[in-house]
């Protein structure tokens, strides 16, 4: 019988991922395992590579990384990092971060959740860790807001405007060509919400 070299190559690293264990007593009770850091003993008395998502500091124990935070490694034996500003991450054992949504943002690192742009403002760009204000003649109305709309002749809105544009003339500022964000976040000058 002959084996393939991606079935030989997929075997190997299977066993790479389980320590040695010492035999199973002869009264034929299993003993917990006593592993190094980075492994946890699984529930047949072996020791496992502690999984992303995860860490196992003392070879005893495997721990969820909480909300919040993410780990991407296996054998990991310090506690998860928090997830940085601009993601998020709601569920446990997790080994990466959501970035928020376009019209999303995440102010702060560690966050379960992400908001949403609140009228007035709007993110352009996944993974935002702030939100821009409109431009002077320029609207967001709602929440969610992903660009902001200019407003048509004869109308105006204040910059930082959640409530649409208004019947009239400007009232003195000055309406920029186009009030949009740049990819790496950057707000329109006098825009930055955050």
Same mark, same amino acid.
């Given at each position: 019988?002959?084996?393939?070299?991606?079935?030989?190559?997929? $075997?190997?690293? $299977?066993?790479?991922?389980?320590? @040695?264990?010492?035999?199973?007593?002869?009264?034929?009770?299993? !003993?917990?395992?006593?592993?190094?850091?980075?492994?946890?003993?699984?529930?047949?008395?072996?020791?496992?590579?502690?999984? $992303?998502?995860?860490?196992? =500091?003392?070879?005893?124990?495997?721990?969820?990384?909480?909300?919040?935070?993410?780990?991407?490694?296996?054998? +990991? +034996?310090?506690?998860? =990092?928090?997830?940085? @500003?601009?993601?998020?991450?709601?569920?446990?054992?997790?080994?990466?971060?959501?970035?928020?949504?376009?019209?999303?943002?995440?102010?702060?690192?560690? @966050? &379960?959740?992400?908001? !949403? @742009?609140?009228?007035?403002?709007? *993110?352009?760009?996944?993974?935002?860790?702030?939100?821009?204000?409109?431009?002077?003649?320029?609207?967001?109305?709602?929440?969610?807001?992903?660009?902001?709309?200019?407003?048509?002749?004869? +109308?105006?809105?204040?910059?930082?405007?959640?409530?649409?544009?208004? &019947?009239?003339?400007?009232?003195?500022?000055?309406?920029?060509?186009?009030?949009?964000?740049?990819?790496?976040?950057?707000?329109? $000058?006098? *825009?930055?919400?955050?």
């Amino acid at each position: 019988m002959f084996f393939s070299a991606p079935f030989i190559s997929a $075997a190997l690293m $299977a066993l790479s991922a389980v320590e @040695a264990v010492p035999p199973v007593p002869a009264n034929g009770l299993t !003993e917990r395992a006593t592993c190094s850091a980075g492994y946890y003993p699984n529930n047949r008395g072996r020791c496992t590579l502690c999984p $992303a998502g995860n860490y196992c =500091p003392d070879g005893q124990s495997l721990s969820q990384c909480g909300t919040g935070q993410y780990q991407p490694k296996n054998g +990991t +034996t310090t506690v998860c =990092p928090n997830c940085p @500003a601009g993601t998020y991450q709601p569920n446990l054992g997790q080994a990466s971060c959501i970035p928020a949504p376009k019209g999303g943002y995440v102010l702060n690192s560690g @966050a &379960s959740s992400y908001n !949403e @742009a609140s009228g007035g403002a709007f *993110t352009s760009f996944r993974g935002q860790n702030r939100t821009c204000l409109t431009c002077c003649g320029y609207a967001a109305v709602g929440n969610g807001n992903t660009n902001a709309t200019r407003c048509p002749t004869g +109308t105006f809105a204040y910059p930082g405007s959640g409530s649409g544009c208004f &019947s009239g003339q400007n009232p003195g500022c000055t309406v920029p060509a186009n009030c949009t964000q740049l990819a790496d976040g950057t707000c329109p $000058a006098g *825009t930055s919400d955050h």
